[in-house]
């Protein structure tokens, strides 16, 4: 029975998926807890635990992909927070300009009407598999992964074909499962300490 146990641990190790090595579809979703916001309060996984579906979106200041989605980000939220979708931004970049202070001046300059948490010790950013900014996540009413990756096709508003976290969201509203379960994210790689 041990020999099993060993194997089954193997194959769910080898089965994360494409694009993340750390999860796959339907795991659940990594918990946080006591991450400060850019509202000095400590926020947790469980504090969205009446959303009908979680966002989550590693994003961060610096980066020019993640600038250029923030717009995005805001109308999303505006779009689905009537419908029971929650929206959470986490930073883990320890550089200078992605610090809590610098989130602060971001959100407020920009207008964030979502939670901006900053986790400096970047362990859940290790444990989603996050590697750019921004890297999207979108949970179930079961906190498991429903789809991982790019919040949609191209940097450039005008040329997206493709609303992955969109689309994702509407199918886990309506009951169904996401038409598109992962895909390669792209942006600034993420600037984890002792890597």
């Given at each position: ?28 979703a990594p918990t946080f807890r006591g991450l400060v916001g850019i509202d000095d309060k400590t926020h947790s996984l469980d504090d969205y ?111 997206v074909k493709h609303h992955y976290v969109k689309d994702a969201v509407d ?25």
């Amino acid at each position: 029975m041990l020999a099993i146990s060993g194997l089954l641990s193997f194959a769910t190790v080898a089965l994360a998926g494409k694009y993340n090595k750390k999860l796959n579809i339907g795991d659940p979703a990594p918990t946080f807890r006591g991450l400060v916001g850019i509202d000095d309060k400590t926020h947790s996984l469980d504090d969205y635990r009446d959303a009908k579906v979680v966002v989550i979106c590693f994003t961060c200041n610096h980066c020019p992909v993640a600038v250029a989605y923030e717009d995005r980000f805001i109308q999303f939220v505006k779009d689905y927070k009537d419908k029971g979708v929650a929206f959470v931004a986490i930073n883990v970049n320890t550089i200078r300009a992605d610090r809590l202070d610098k989130m602060k001046e971001r959100a407020e300059k920009k207008g964030f009407n979502f939670d901006y948490l900053y986790d400096p010790s970047q362990k859940i950013g290790r444990a989603y598999g996050a590697t750019v900014t921004p890297h999207l996540f979108v949970l179930d009413g079961q906190r498991r992964i429903a789809y991982m990756g790019a919040f949609d096709d191209s940097k450039n508003p005008n040329r997206v074909k493709h609303h992955y976290v969109k689309d994702a969201v509407d199918a886990l509203l309506a009951g169904q499962t996401p038409p598109v379960t992962e895909t390669r994210q792209f942006g600034c790689s993420i600037k984890y300490e002792g890597r």
